[in-house]
């Protein structure tokens, strides 16, 4: 039982739109493990993650071990289930991100497509894999996931200024919407920024259910300029949200996406494909003809991008909701306690990745062997192990697993 759970050292990130310094959440929690060479207030800290992706893999803290490796040696710490589907792995990755600026506006590829880019370009597309993806907010959290509703679209662009986008006036379906994507993506810098310029002189009123319009493409403007394609995509076609913390969405394969502002716990399919057309250098941008082949159409209005929490059965004390998407790779567990409560998880029969965000308390195995939970730590729990928390001043426990 004892090399069943480990904790980790985990790897950050410093892209451009993370927070800066201690302003991160994703530095704060990441500096928290011993050892850690602590915070660089002139860096942004943008992602830490969790688990065995190779180009940002955790490691034993006790022996600084692999946890790839670690696991090639102990394949019976994942379960036959997972073992038998994906090897000696884990099938997810978790992060952590937080993010004062705009990530740059994406989709990543099914199955399909990931196998067929990876095979024309391999360094390009790491992976053969797909990766759906979620996005839990511990802060407030701003985004745009998936699309508008049809007749909205439609709608917004009877405006004068949005007319050139449109080619056909007959119905306004997905492939309408393809090409209407496709040709504000096309659209050359000068033509981006007179678009923004003459939307921001009409009336609030006109945007139909987005007033908000007009102000969003200020705020966009001010990040990456007014000729940024990403721009117009993101405040007209996308819905634009802002969730509370505990709240979440499910990105499906394929479906498009950019994170506005906000401390998120992400968890995806372990693959690091993306396909990027906006909000970032016109030079980093993937073409569009790719980016809109791959378009899928799912979800198409706000409501169904929302992934509902749910009481979990894994929690006995029923202190505990799991973000389940539909997809077979990963769940995540949320375990949330008051000060003097407690939790036990019944044993999980696959592994998972663990990360205390708030608070502080103890962990209690099979065997009494007792481990200290502060801010920060992360382990990996092999499969089959019953856990029992306990806290003194309150406790918060995220764990992604597969089974
Ligand atoms: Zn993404």
Redesign the pocket.
Known sequence: MADAVVQLRCGVKNDPWGKKGKSSLAAQLWSKTPGSEGIDDSKTYSEMWMGTYPSNPSYLLSTGEHLGEYLKKKPQLVGKSVLDRWGAEIPFLPKILSFSKALPL?I?PDLDLAAKLHKEDPKKYGDTNH?P?IAIALSNFELFAGWKPLSDIQELFKLKPLERFVSSHTKFDDETLRQVCKSLLNADPKTVSATIKELQSIPESQFGRDPYIPVLLERLSKQFGDNDNGNLVAALLMNYMTLGPGDSVF?PADSI?AYFEGDIVECMARSDN?INTGFCPAAERDSVELFGQALTFVPHDAQSALLPRRKSDKGMNGKTDVYAPPISEFAVLCTCLGAGEKETHKAILGPSLMIVTKGCGSMMMPGDQTVELKEGFVFFVGQGVALDFTTDKGLAVYRAYAE
Do not use: G, I
């Open positions: 994406q990543h990766k993806e990105v996406h993306v």
